[in-house]
Every structure is written in C-alpha cells, then in structure tokens.
Antibody
Framework: QVQLQESGPGLVKPSETLSLTCTVSGGSITDYYWSWIRQPPGKGLEWIGYIYYTGNTNYNPSLKSRVTISVDTSKNQFSLKLNSVTAADTAIYYC?????????????WGQGTMVTVSS | QSVLTQPPSASGTPGQRVTISCSGSSSNIGMNYVYWFQQLPGTAPILFMYKNDQRPSGVPDRFSGSKSGTSASLAISGLRSEDEADYYCAAWDDILYAWVFGGGTRLTVL
C-alpha cells in the first residue's frame, strides 16, 4: 500500500519561496499521477496541481504563475515550490495520488504539513 | 468563494437520514464525475465516494451518492455519532482545466 509523507519548513517569511517534498513509500513514483492540495486553517480544500513521473504537469490557474511541481524518480519523491508567498498561503499542504483526469481521484493522502507564512 | 456550493452545516439525530448537497455547473458536475471526501477532526481527508455513487471498500452502505444535472448529493441513513465530520465534494472542471471543490459541510449528530 502506497504511503505519502510531506516534509519541509513549517515557517516561511512573506515574499519568500515555500518548498515542500513528498516521499512515496510502498510503491513507485511511476505508478500514479501525483497532486498537491492545500487547506487554509478552518477553510476548504484547494487543488494546487499535479505531476507525472515524466515531468508532465498541470497547475491550478489561480496559482499557476507562482507554482512549480517537480519529480525526482531516483528518490521516489515529488516537490512543490510556491514563490512570493503571503499570509494567504498559510495552510496545511497535502500530497496525494491522482488528479490527472476526471477518472483519477485523490485516492491516497499524506498526513499533511502545516506551513505558516509570517515574518 | 468555492466553485462548487455546499451548505456549511447539516445535522440530525441518531438514526435519521441526512442529505448534503453540492451544486455546480455544466463545466464541472454537469460533465464529469463527482467525488466526496470525509475529513474527521485533525486528520487528512479520505476518498469517501467516487464516480458519483461508488463506495470505496470500508465505507458503510448507509452512505449513498447521486448526481442529477449540475448537482450532486451525499445521503446518510441511520445516522451515527461517528459520522460527525466535514464532507467535501469535488469535480474536474473542463473550462478551468482544474479540480474544484465545495466549501465543505460540517455534519453534526445531535
């Protein structure tokens, strides 16, 4: 059974870049599409984007100008970079499987990691 | 403002039937499958209903999903205290070319 674990700094300063990594265990990074989803405190879910092991990506238009998702097949990991962050980017960030199409839901989720944007 | 519209709260007493609605448009619910996620307090969401009305293994048959036009519903019969959670609907949007979510519904068992 695939398991996902997010890692990265819990505190990022405004205007800087948020960087998170998701480590895949119990399966191969080539097996699925992979997504990032975030949830501001007390609020709903927002899809950030997906990546395939080939490097093919798709991003939420609302975040596209600031987001980069990449993959490292040698480490069985994929990563999220969000630049020029503000307090509005404070959220729990989840990595998940799926998200490539309407037929490809978010089956497996990591536990999530809280990122606070503050000076 | 979420693309999909859900009531912020729903409630019922043990044993009752409760329905949570999710309203969208022709570019999302109208054209694509609807998915539901359950989020218990302090935990990550889990996939709770897929392709409109399919239950993953482990989800009790007290839960059912449906879709009609640009709206979808999650129905819970025989409400139990352990059903207290936040429920989110989601669908792919063909115009935005992105996944969209509802704002979530907090279900309370009175």
């Amino acid at each position: 059974q695939v398991q996902l674990q997010e890692s990265g700094p819990g505190l990022v300063k405004p205007s800087e870049t948020l960087s998170l990594t998701c480590t895949v265990s119990g399966g191969s990074i080539t097996d699925y599409y992979w997504s990032w989803i975030r949830q501001p405190p007390g609020k709903g879910l927002e899809w950030i984007g997906y990546i395939y092991y080939t490097g093919n990506t798709n991003y939420n238009p609302s975040l596209k100008s600031r987001v980069t998702i990449s993959v490292d097949t040698s480490k069985n990991q994929f990563s999220l970079k969000l630049n020029s962050v503000t307090a509005a980017d404070t959220a729990i960030y989840y990595c998940t499987t799926g998200g490539a199409t309407s037929f490809d839901p978010f089956d497996i989720w990591g536990q999530g990691t809280m990122v606070t944007v503050s000076s | 403002q979420s693309v999909l519209t859900q009531p912020p709260s729903a409630s019922g007493t043990p044993g009752q039937r409760v329905t949570i609605s999710c309203s969208g448009s022709s570019s999302n619910i109208g054209m694509n499958y609807v998915y539901w996620f359950q989020q218990l307090p302090g935990t990550a969401p889990i996939l709770f209903m897929y392709k409109n009305d399919q239950r993953p293994s482990g989800v009790p048959d007290r839960f059912s999903g449906s879709k009609s036009g640009t709206s979808a519903s999650l129905a819970i019969s025989g409400l139990r205290s352990e059903d207290e959670a936040d429920y989110y609907c989601a669908a792919w949007d063909d115009i935005l070319y992105a996944w969209v979510f509802g704002g979530g519904t907090r279900l309370t068992v009175l």
